[in-house]
Each structure stands twice: as structure tokens, then as C-alpha cells.
């Protein structure tokens, strides 16, 4: 069946930067993109953006071009999320998602908790 | 402020059937497929409803979809208090270019 395990959670200072991996297993890699959402305690799902597995292809969400950079390892079947320039508002659960399509996100890792504090 | 609305909660009773809407606009709902999710609290939301209507395996035909316009409704039968939890609806907004979500709905069972 499908698996996408993420990283531990992770203690950062403002002005930081933080990389959070999605180990993925049961699918074929390369014929789904994944998506990155996250959630901030108490409030809702934001997508931040999506890489291809099958090229690394990427698309993020306005709110976060400029500072964040998806990739993939093809021989690992692992995504990851870098976001550079933390502040205290990008704490948030972080989860990463098998793409059905456009409109669907899958399946879904754990999440990773992103603390930002200084 | 999500590109999607839904109310914040709804509540029925035990085997009482609750429908809860999510409205947007021609650039999301109107021209793309619409997908709903189940979120318990401190775990990671789970697939309930894609392509508008369409349900994966697994999930119980108590469960279903529809959509209209630029609106789609998720409808829940014989509600059981198992299924106390936060629903979302998402789609693909092709103006933004992003997925999009609602502000999430908290469904209280009575």
C-alpha cells in the first residue's frame, strides 16, 4: 500500500530555514507529483505547492515563491520542502501528499511540526 | 480568508443525514473537479470525495459528493458519532493557479 513517512519536527529561529523530507513507497514515483500543504494550529489546509515525480518540475503558491524549493530523489522515491526565511507565522504541521490530480491530494504523510521561535 | 467558503460547523443527531456546502467561483468550482477531506484532530486529513462525486476505495457510500456551478456539497447519511471531525473541500483555481481549500467545517454529532 501507499506510505509517505515525513521527517520529525523541527525547532527553528526566525531567519532560519528548514528542509523536510516525504520518504514515499507502494506507488510508482515517477507518475505522481506530490503536494506540500500545511496548517497552522487552529486554522485550515494551505497548499504551498507541488513537485512532479516525474521530471521535478515544480509550482508554488504566490505566498511562498521566492522562498521555498521543492525537489525529489528519483532512486529514494523521497520528496522534500526547503522553506528559507522563517518567521513565527510559518510554524505550522507541514504534509506532504500523493497528487490524484489538480483537484485531490491522495494520500498523506503524518506531517512534520515546524516550530519558528526565537 | 480561503478562496473557498463553507460554514464553520453544523451538528445533527445520531443517524441524521447533514450536508455541508462549499462555494467559489468560476475560476475553481465552476471549471474544476472538487475534492473533500476528513480531519480528526492531530492527525493528517483523509481523502473522502474526488472528481466532485467520485468516492475511493474504502470509503463508505454513506459519504457522497455533487456539484453545481460554482458550488459542491458534501452530504453525510446515518451519521455516527465517529464521524465528529473537520471537513474540507478543495479544487484547483486555474486564475490563482494553486490548489485551494475552504476554511474547514466542524461537524458536531448530537
Known amino acids: 500500500q501507499v506510505h509517505l513517512v515525513q521527517s520529525g519536527a523541527e525547532v527553528k529561529k526566525p531567519g532560519a530555514s528548514v528542509k523536510v523530507s516525504c520518504k514515499t513507497s507502494g506507488f510508482t514515483f515517477t507518475s505522481y507529483g506530490i503536494s506540500w500543504v500545511r496548517q497552522a494550529p487552529g486554522q485550515g489546509l494551505e497548499w504551498v505547492g507541488w513537485?512532479?515525480?516525474?521530471?521535478?518540475?515544480?509550482n508554488y503558491a504566490q505566498n511562498f515563491r521566492g522562498r521555498v524549493t521543492m525537489t525529489i530523489d528519483t532512486p529514494t522515491t523521497t520528496a522534500y520542502m526547503e522553506l528559507r526565511s522563517l518567521t513565527p507565522d510559518d510554524t505550522a504541521v507541514y504534509y506532504c501528499a500523493r497528487d490524484r490530480s489538480s483537484s485531490a491530494r491522495e494520500n498523506w504523510g503524518q506531517g512534520t511540526l515546524v516550530t519558528v521561535s526565537s | 480568508q480561503s478562496v473557498l467558503t463553507q460554514p464553520p460547523s453544523v451538528s445533527a443527531a445520531p443517524g441524521q443525514t447533514v450536508t455541508i456546502s462549499c462555494s467559489g467561483s468560476?475560476?475553481?468550482?465552476?471549471?474544476?473537479?472538487v475534492s473533500w477531506y476528513q480531519q480528526f484532530p492531530g492527525t493528517a486529513p483523509k481523502l473522502l470525495i474526488y472528481?466532485?462525486?467520485s468516492r475511493p476505495s474504502g470509503i463508505p457510500d454513506r459519504f457522497s459528493g455533487s456539484k453545481s456551478d460554482t458550488s459542491a456539497t458534501l452530504g453525510i447519511t446515518g451519521l455516527q458519532t465517529g464521524d465528529e471531525a473537520d471537513y474540507y473541500c478543495?479544487?484547483?483555481?486555474?486564475?490563482?493557479?494553486?490548489?485551494?481549500f475552504g476554511g474547514g467545517t466542524k461537524l458536531t454529532v448530537l
Open positions: 513537485v512532479s515525480g516525474y521530471n521535478g518540475a515544480t
Open positions: 468560476s475560476s475553481n468550482i465552476g471549471n474544476n473537479y
Open positions: 472528481d466532485s462525486g
Open positions: 478543495g479544487t484547483w483555481d486555474t486564475s490563482l493557479n494553486a490548489a485551494v
